[in-house]
């Protein structure tokens, strides 16, 4: 389980998060709903250590996180995918993929399976160059990609950013599929309320760098929460 308490996150003098404490649950998909610009990916630089944090504690599994750098997160199993997929558009998918190896042991360098079966459009493609795939395909590159390096906590940054509704249904297929299959924990921050009612076990909505709302997606629907949603 990833545990975060009391984390507090600034840029210079201005403060993103707001001592805010959350947990994600292994075998659950967790999400953060909120408007643009409220902290949500402030939330997630401070779990995959992208930026410091101010104050609080994060742990996973019991470990603490604290100060680590990225890569030492990556080690531990965080695996992280940014918002914007961030892909290297010159190399090819069969690279982009292999850059997930770093932080494995060398007998772990390989890529599974399992990720071309979620995402069979990756294996027709390992040859072409990042740079050329739609956007919905890069977003899948970016999740196999997080999935080489085999994650015990995947945190996804609006993964629906952009994207075509049908390649979004086959995102929401496999995040799922990985949460019922590996048990892994899954922490997803969306402002896509229709996806996050469909996946989410359970669901926290941010304001203004604070956790105003939390409880199963059900919740949603009751106004105090719509209210934080709509712009
Ligand atoms: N590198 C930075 N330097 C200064 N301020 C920043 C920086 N990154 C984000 N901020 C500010 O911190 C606040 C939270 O930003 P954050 O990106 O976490 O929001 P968000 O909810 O993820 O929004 P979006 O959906 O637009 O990505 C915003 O006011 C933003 O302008």
Redesign the pocket.
């Known amino acids: 389980m990833l545990n975060v308490e009391n984390v507090s996150l600034h ?2 003098a ?1 403060q ?2 707001r001592d805010v404490s959350f947990k994600a649950e292994m075998g659950k998909i967790t999400c953060v709903l ?12 401070a779990v995959t250590g992208q ?1 410091p944090v101010t104050s609080g504690t994060i742990s996973f599994n019991g470990a603490p996180l604290d100060g680590m750098a990225p890569f030492r997160r990556a080690k531990q199993g965080v695996g992280y995918v940014p ?1 914007g997929r961030e892909i290297f558009p010159l190399l090819t998918v069969k690279e982009n993929l292999e850059t997930g190896f770093a932080p494995l042991r060398r007998a772990q360098r390989s890529i599974p399976d399992d990720i071309f079966s979620l995402f069979p459009v990756l294996q027709t493609m390992l040859g072409r160059r990042g740079g050329d795939l739609s956007g919905g395909q890069q977003q899948q590159l970016a999740i196999a990609r997080a999935l080489v390096t085999r994650p015990k906590i995947l945190v996804l ?2 993964p629906t ?1 952009g994207i075509q509704p049908s390649i979004i249904k086959d995102i929401g297929r496999a995040i799922k599929y990985l949460r019922d299959s590996t048990g892994m924990a899954i922490l997803l ?1 969306e ?1 896509y309320l229709d996806f996050c009612r469909e996946l989410a076990d359970h669901v926290y909505i ?1 304001d203004r ?1 604070a956790f105003v709302h939390e409880g199963p997606p059900e919740t949603l629907d009751t106004p105090q929460a719509r209210r934080h949603l709509t712009v």
Do not use: C, F, P
């Open positions: 840029y210079g201005a993103a998060l909120g408007r643009n610009g409220v902290g949500k990916s402030s939330l997630l630089r930026h918002q940054d609006e950013e921050v402002q941010m760098g």
